[in-house]
């Protein structure tokens, strides 16, 4: 009797701990071919500006870039003036006046990118608690960032596993952690309209925005693997020199 009841409290508690498991895993990123991959990487700016796009128009409700400036975008083809446009829709404070009264003034282009919410309060009581975090470093503050990012946005549905328990104002997104996440859904077919008025799909604007926040991540990725490949080069015919000088200074012994 008492073998039965060891053996069903063992088989619950391991049923128990296998749901666990299933619940807190999470599946690994999707694998995505990027233009910014491996030592020729680069960085292609039509999807940046389209990114900048999806960022603008959907992220920046919640999310801030806190480590890049509006200036920066002129690294990626906008113009001065378009530069000053997209500035101009956000509000910063002024240095205060005499009475030391701190007014609003349309920041500039040389300030950096007006988070959405004044201080991390404000952004928890408007999310559920949840804490929206800065997308400046986010590719290289997660393991695999890119395709990690792309995975998330792209990995949502309606459908859990049977052994998953959404709790209630989570999402179900198997590729984040415990399988729920605190943000709904942020994209959706025809959300968002290119400037060709093209309508794109969740997984193009989610691989646009990926490369616009590889860009702030990393924006001098460019100029450091053009460096490594003249280093690399300079080593090479170095190597070859010496090779050469060091087969005439020995070519006569023996």
């Not at 599946?27 to 491996?38: H, M, N, R, T, Y």
């Not at 400046?136 to 309606?158: C, E, M």
Request: with cysteine.
């Amino acid at each position: 009797m008492q073998n039965k009841i060891f053996k069903a409290i063992y088989v619950t508690i391991l049923a128990a701990v296998s749901n666990l498991a299933m619940a807190s895993s999470q599946l690994p990123p999707k694998q995505i071919e990027w233009s910014f991959d491996g030592i020729f990487g680069y960085f292609d700016k039509t999807a940046i500006q389209r990114g900048f796009k999806v960022y603008k128009e959907v992220c920046q409700t919640c999310h801030s870039l806190k480590y890049t400036s509006y200036l920066d975008l002129k690294k990626i083809g906008f113009s001065k003036d378009e530069i000053k446009a997209i500035a101009s829709e956000s509000q910063v404070d002024a240095a205060p006046n005499e009475e030391e009264v701190v007014k609003k003034r349309p920041a500039e282009i040389t300030d950096m990118f007006v988070p959405a919410y004044p201080n991390e309060q404000a952004a928890r009581s408007a999310n559920n608690g949840a804490l929206p975090p800065d997308l400046s470093l986010i590719v290289k503050a997660r393991p695999d960032g890119a395709n990690y990012l792309y995975s998330i946005l792209t990995g949502y549905s309606n459908h859990p596993h049977a052994n998953v328990v959404i709790d209630p104002g989570m999402y179900y997104n198997p590729y984040f952690a415990n399988q729920q996440i605190a943000m709904p859904p942020p994209l959706s077919q025809g959300l968002v309209t290119y400037d060709n008025n093209e309508s794109p799909s969740i997984e193009q604007m989610s691989k646009d925005l990926v490369h616009f926040l590889h860009w702030t991540a990393e924006p001098e990725m460019e100029a450091r693997k053009l460096m490594g490949i003249k280093v690399l080069l300079y080593l090479i015919a170095f190597t070859a020199i010496f090779y050469i000088a060091k087969k005439r200074i020995w070519k006569n012994v023996k």
